[in-house]
């Protein structure tokens, strides 16, 4: 057990739609990391906050927005679901700011588009 | 492309023999890290080696780095069915912030 907490763990929804994944990240740790893992993609960084701030931008769509709160829980939405949108997405917790820090990976959410 | 590729793709082994995994990147990096990923589930961090150190151990891992040449390996001895799972390198880059994961090797321990 990594310490960092997701859920839901499945979800199931419709094109077009709009989702919010969440993300509670181990304690002390300051950074939250988004990816998502689908079978054609591997794994693609999405995002990273630290202390509330966005800190370094990847392969995150336009569609897709994420924030981090004051207690550094995190959320990533993801709007007007396609489906190539269904994958395995992660979140990652580190101590430090920098990309550089051991990552500490959550369980996922597993997003179906159907 | 990907920063990181690892080969092989997939590898199978008996239990007890040793495993060896490549992974080879584009540009220089500040740290290389391992991970592994059981089906479906979170990625584990294994090691992490430094652009400076040529070689890492822990526990029966065995991390290699080589910079000139742009690759790493990571060698897991007397392997165990429970090491039955997907590994990941990772290449960090400072200049550009960036974290980049390889394709990954799977690797069976056949009991």
């Known amino acids: 057990d990594s310490g960092v907490t997701q859920t839901p763990k499945h979800l199931i929804t419709a094109t077009g739609q709009r989702v919010t994944l969440r993300c509670s990240p181990r304690s002390g740790d300051l950074s939250v990391y988004w990816y998502q893992q689908s079978l054609d993609q591997g794994l693609q960084f999405l995002i990273q906050?630290?202390?509330?701030?966005?800190?370094a931008k990847g392969n995150i769509l336009e569609r897709f927005s994420a924030q981090q709160f004051p207690d550094l829980h995190s959320e990533l939405n993801l709007s007007s679901l396609e489906l190539g949108d269904s994958a395995l997405y992660f979140c990652?917790?580190?101590?430090?700011?920098?990309?550089?820090?051991?990552?500490?990976f959550g369980p996922g959410t597993r997003l179906t588009v159907l | 492309s990907q920063q990181g590729e690892e080969d092989p793709q997939a590898l199978s082994i008996q239990e007890g023999e040793n495993a060896t995994m490549n992974c080879s990147y584009k540009t220089s990096i500040n740290n290389l890290q391992w991970y592994r990923q059981n089906s479906g589930r979170g990625l584990v961090h294994l090691i992490l080696?430094?652009?400076?150190?040529r070689e890492k151990h822990s526990g029966r891992l065995r991390v290699t780095l080589d910079t000139s040449k742009k690759s790493s390996s990571l060698l897991i001895t007397a392997s165990r069915a429970a090491d039955t799972a997907s590994y990941f390198c990772a290449t960090a880059l400072l200049s550009n912030q960036k974290v980049t994961f390889g394709t990954g090797t799977k690797l069976q321990v056949i009991p």
């Open positions: 080696i430094r652009s400076n150190e």
């Open positions: 906050y630290y202390n509330g701030e966005e800190r």
């Open positions: 990652a917790s580190s101590a430090k700011q920098i990309l550089t820090d051991t990552q500490y």
